[in-house]
């Protein structure tokens, strides 16, 4: 069973260019959460869809050769009504299930990272026929950070796929088990953008910010230090290069970045309600990473979380503004507006409401 890409959640790594870095952001204040469906195959039911959950702690910028850790890694997989009913049929009330998980790893070494070598035996999985069941993974707190992980070249993304994961659930029958191997093969998650129907190209938008670790109802909150990092790749530049040969510099003016706030409110939030103008450079065969605002940050709020006993989550929503093309003399030659839509439901992050005074959650 596979994950996603992150494209647009905050473990998304950027290393360090040189012509547009990003600024420098604390350790430990990136937490990227992202939920996600997966298309599966379950031997004899055919492909069923499961709802994931995965969050974990990154740093947003690294510098080629730096090693780095993932932190406070927790994933959550809802398995379908339908294969808790195929275990009712047969009489059973739980479930054993080991889990393998594998990270594929762009422009970093290793290539590959198993999480759990030998599996991770999870064991009397209760559920109820006809209803779903999450399995968390792990049952309790965190995993243990994950690392060392060697940064590749600059200039170029580090980016984080959960690759190969593989669920062998354990249906009890009579004095026996019933295997059930369920895999999911790797899926993207991309968030489009379309520059006026002259181009359309997927486009790495990263928000990241510090946030409670948890919340109390009604208590209003404000999620600081807050700033979104745009990666255009190397191809996106050579198709512009390719029409606008004279293109040498541009200017970003970004006027809208739509946060959705689930168990909150308000229940929709624009993150830029001040339009952030950034300058770039064309930087052949490169992609470019453009940090939206330059040089500072702003914050997100405030919000007022919802209920006791859920979660309150940040989604990213759509995100518009327009670029300046500009020639070596700095003028304008094409102003293109632009509008990028997330495919798919992406959480920011998911911060726990509660009346009770929690303790902040360590790794």
Do not use: W
């Not at 204040?29 to 969050?55: E, K, R, S, W």
């Not at 030998?118 to 792990?138: A, E, H, M, W």
């Not at 790495?204 to 948890?214: A, M, N, R």
Request: hydrophobic share 40%; with cysteine; charged share 15%.
């Amino acid at each position: 069973m596979s994950f996603f890409k992150t494209s647009v959640a905050s473990c998304l790594l950027g290393v360090a260019i040189a012509v547009n870095e990003a600024p420098i952001v604390p350790v430990a204040a990136q937490i990227g959460a992202l939920d996600f469906g997966i298309t599966c195959q379950v031997p004899i039911l055919g492909n069923y869809t499961f709802a994931g959950f995965f969050t974990a702690t990154a740093a947003i910028q690294a510098n080629a050769g730096q090693e780095i850790y993932y932190t406070d890694l927790v994933a959550e997989v809802t398995i379908p009504s339908s294969i808790t009913t195929l275990g009712g049929l047969i009489g059973a009330r739980s479930v054993d299930a080991n889990v393998k998980v594998a990270l594929d790893l762009e422009n970093a070494s290793p290539a590959t990272f198993n999480i759990f070598p030998n599996g991770l035996q999870i064991n009397d999985i209760k559920f109820t026929p006809g209803s779903p069941v999450t399995v968390r993974v792990p049952t309790n707190g965190t995993l243990q950070p994950l690392g060392p992980i060697t940064m590749g070249a600059a200039g170029t993304t580090h980016a984080i796929h959960l690759g190969e994961v593989d669920i062998e659930i354990m249906i009890p029958f009579g004095p026996t088990k019933f295997p059930l191997d369920v895999k999911c093969p790797p899926q993207a998650i991309p968030y489009d953008c379309d520059f006026s129907g002259v181009i359309q190209q997927e486009i790495d938008l990263t928000i990241s910010g510090t946030v409670p670790t948890y919340l109390n109802p009604g208590k209003t909150f404000s999620v600081d230090d807050v700033y979104a990092y745009l990666r255009v790749p190397a191809a996106l530049t050579a198709q512009v290069k390719a029409i606008i040969p004279e293109a040498k510099t541009g200017r970003v003016t970004a006027d809208n970045f739509t946060i959705a706030v689930k168990n909150g409110s308000p229940g929709a939030y624009n993150a830029l309600p001040t339009p952030q103008v950034v300058e770039f450079e064309f930087v052949d065969g490169q992609e470019i990473g453009i940090a939206v605002p330059k040089d500072e940050t702003f914050s997100i709020g405030p919000l007022v979380p919802g209920m006791s006993g859920s979660e309150l989550f940040l989604d990213a929503g759509d995100a518009s503004g327009a670029v300046d093309i500009l020639d070596g003399e700095g003028a304008t030659v094409i102003t293109v507006p632009f509008t990028c839509v997330p495919k798919y439901t992406s959480s920011l992050i998911g911060i726990p409401v509660t009346d009770l005074t929690a303790p902040p959650i360590t790794p």
